[in-house]
């Protein structure tokens, strides 16, 4: 009766907000999990129907324990107004997109003239999501606008606006809009291209090749001295799959632009991405009906993201070699029974939970995955056996998708609503080197559980590490090369904040020292 009583109450609360935000006629907004005001997006002056989960989520996750600086609301103010002066088809945007024009030859180069940083997504969601925030970051720190390469629209179908009154889409009839995706390290505006050949910058912009392949002169981005060339540039570039942020810590000119912006280090990608990915309203619906449904009545929420990785990549990209993923489910249970996440089973079918009826408790569980076993054996326990402490524990699982199909818009559209229902939890085990659990740590303020995945037949121990940090991590960072920093020391530690990922010690990921 207490649970009905509860859910009754919700859906009331939820319908008058829904009214009150109805009537809202302010261009701001309160968002209480922020902290700070979060403007209307969309290409032109819009309503709260545009985007429903901007002005709804609260009414679905709890308040961020953490709160942004006066700084960065300010900044993010600023830039604001930046993009709605500079962007897509406005005066500015019309006069600077003419540079790119090789039979221009008057070009805009005063100090008022917009510049601009063009974003090319590329690999999966959780990739996509992670190298976009840093780009916008990249754009905060440097003054530029930024816009995405939305080729078939995935972008905009995934997300709403996130600035006001314009739109943060590159336009279809951007000059070089059709060379974009088969830019390579071989592009002669490649800036690691340009330092190899010793050419220096002669193009109306520069190319930026920030993915897998990238080799140490690409690298060289992340250095002091080569970002006082690229700032010169109106146009720069970028395709990306990591999230670079750590880095962008460590070259000297952002030292204390970061430090204002940031005080607390773990806070970069919590604050940005809740600033920046609010699901579209196709998303959002798949979002609430699930957690109606699956997840409203319970008292605590518990997400679990498992991700597998084909053997040969694993040895490829992390050094890591597997002989069997068999014990991952008993690896689930070792690590939710270990940490206390869920109460631990009665072996004994003869014996029952001793927890008095009143105050037994109602825990769900959200499962991830590609695949439906590992699902199916986690449901199959909790029915099968009921739990020393008497509280009632229900698993369930959105989809199983088996493949995953980057660019299907209806399997993207579960991924980013199954990473969102993932923050939503109070609680979060991910898998190792899954930009997937990356995101959802991010977004819910979520320090997680780390699965360590078996090398053999046996449950690792520990079955899992808790995260010191929330932040995603860096898998290629740079190594050498830079005048200003160096790679990480063999303790793991390189600056304050910045330390070697707990999933894999070639990479990195912002900390606070104060919880090391």
């Not at 689930?332 to 009826?357: D, V």
């Not at 520990?462 to 303790?491: I, L, Q, W, Y």
Request: net charge neutral.
């Amino acid at each position: 009766m207490r649970k009905l009583v509860g859910f009754v109450l919700f859906s009331i609360i939820s319908f008058l907000v829904s009214l009150i935000l109805q009537q809202l006629s302010t261009p701001h907004i309160i968002h209480p999990h922020l902290h700070f005001t979060s403007p209307k997006g969309g290409s032109h002056k819009s309503s709260t129907k545009d985007c429903l989960s901007r002005y709804e989520s609260a009414l679905y996750r709890k308040e961020s324990p953490y709160k942004p600086s006066s700084y960065l609301i300010t900044k993010l103010r600023k830039y604001e107004k930046l993009h709605k002066r500079c962007g897509p088809y406005t005066e500015s945007y019309n006069r600077t997109v003419r540079n790119l024009d090789p039979d221009n030859h008057d070009r805009e180069t005063s100090d008022q003239a917009c510049k601009y940083l063009v974003q090319i997504p590329f690999d999966g969601l959780g990739n996509r999501i992670l190298s976009l925030a840093s780009a916008f970051l990249y754009a905060l720190l440097t003054d530029r606008v930024l816009l995405v390469y939305d080729k078939e629209g995935e972008t905009a179908d995934l997300f709403c606006e996130p600035f006001p009154e314009t739109t943060w889409i590159l336009p279809q009839d951007f000059p070089i809009r059709n060379r974009l995706e088969n830019m390579s390290q071989e592009s002669p505006e490649c800036y690691g291209n340009m330092l190899m050949n010793h050419s220096g910058i002669n193009s109306s912009f520069v190319y930026l090749h920030l993915i897998y392949t990238f080799d140490d002169y690409d690298k060289l981005f992340f250095c002091d001295q080569d970002q006082n060339f690229i700032q010169n540039v109106s146009w720069v570039i970028m395709k990306s799959q990591f999230y670079f942020a750590p880095s962008l810590f460590l070259i000297k000119s952002f030292e204390q632009e970061l430090a204002s912006l940031f005080p607390e280090k773990e806070t970069v990608f919590h604050f940005l991405g809740r600033y920046l990915f609010h699901p579209s309203n196709p998303v959002w619906e798949l979002i609430t009906r699930y957690h109606r449904t699956y997840l409203a009545k319970s008292d605590e929420k518990i997400g679990i993201q498992i991700r597998t990785f084909h053997p040969r990549f694993l040895a490829a990209a992390f050094n890591f070699t597997t002989s069997s993923l068999e014990p991952v489910p008993d690896t689930i249970l070792a690590c939710l029974f270990n940490n206390n996440l869920l109460p631990e089973i009665n072996i004994n079918e003869s014996q029952t939970g001793q927890k008095n009826e009143n105050s037994k408790s109602v825990k769900s569980v959200i499962v991830t995955s590609l695949t439906s076993k590992y699902y199916e054996k986690l449901r199959d326990v909790f029915w099968e056996h009921s739990t020393v402490t008497g509280d009632e524990v229900g698993v369930f699982q959105p989809s199983s998708e088996g493949d995953q199909k980057t660019g299907d818009k209806k399997h993207d559209r579960k991924a980013w609503a199954e990473i969102y229902l993932l923050s939503l939890t109070d609680k979060l085990i991910t898998s190792p080197w899954s930009t997937f659990g990356y995101v959802a740590q991010g977004l819910g303020g979520l320090r997680p559980w780390i699965l360590h995945m078996p090398k053999d037949e046996m449950v690792p121990d520990p079955p899992c590490t808790r995260a010191v940090s929330m932040e995603p991590c860096f898998h290629k960072p740079v190594v050498n090369g830079c005048k200003m920093r160096t790679a990480v020391d063999d303790t793991g530690a390189l600056d304050r904040y910045v330390r070697a990922c707990e999933d894999a010690s070639q990479g990195l990921k912002l900390v606070d020292p104060k919880a090391i």
